[in-house]
C-alpha cells in the first residue's frame, strides 16, 4: 500500500507558456522535497544503477555530449551537467520520443543536511507538439508521467512508506490503487492548467482524458 494522497500533496506543479530560444513554448515543472542530502539524490538521478531502482533501466554515455537510452522509453543526449557545489546541482538533457524533441532541466537544493528539494522542467516548443494533444490532454499528457517518476524516487528515498518495482510499475498502474494515483495526479496537472490560465471546464476534460489514458480506458 502506497499514501497516495500524502505523495500527490507533497508535489508541486508548474505551468507556464513562455518564449525559449525564440519559440512560443510550454514548460512544465514538477518539485518535490526528499528527506536526503544533496550527494545522496544527486547519485540517486544520474547513476544508471541507482535510476534503474526506481525509474526504468538506462543504457549510454552519462556524461555532457554522451547519449543515453531509457529501456522501451526515451533517448537523447546530455546537454549540461553541475555536480553539487554550494547546495545546488542541475543537469540538463534532451528527451526524444517518438521522433519529437524536448528537453529537460533538473536542479537539486540543498535545504539542510538531510534535506534536498528536487526540480525537473520540461520545455517543448508549442509548434511541436502533435495536433490536437494539448487541446485534448493538457499538461496531464507528460505531467502525469512524471508524477509516478517523483513517485518512484519518493518510495526510494524514503519520503513515502511503501515499495513499487520498476518491473511492477505497469501492473500497479492498471489497479485500483495505481488508477486513483492517475486521478488524483491528472487532477493536480489540472489545477496547474487552471493556475496558467485554462478555462477550468477544459482542463477538467483533458484531466478526465488523462486519465483515461493512464488506465487503458482512452
Known sequence: MVDIRTQIDAVQRGLREEDVDGAPSYVQTISQEYPSGIDDVWEAVTTA??????FLPVSGDLRVGGRYQ????????????????DGAASYGVTWEYGGGVTWLTVRLSALGDDRTRFELEHTAHTADVPPGMWEMFGPGATGVGWDQGLLGLALHLGALEGSISPADAEAWQLSDEGKAFSRAAADGWAAAHVAAGADPADAARAADATFGFYTGQQ
Open 70 to 85: 531509457f529501456e522501451g522509453n526515451a533517448g537523447g543526449e546530455v546537454l549540461s551537467c553541475q555536480a553539487p557545489s
Open 49 to 54: 544503477d541507482r535510476i534503474a531502482r526506481w
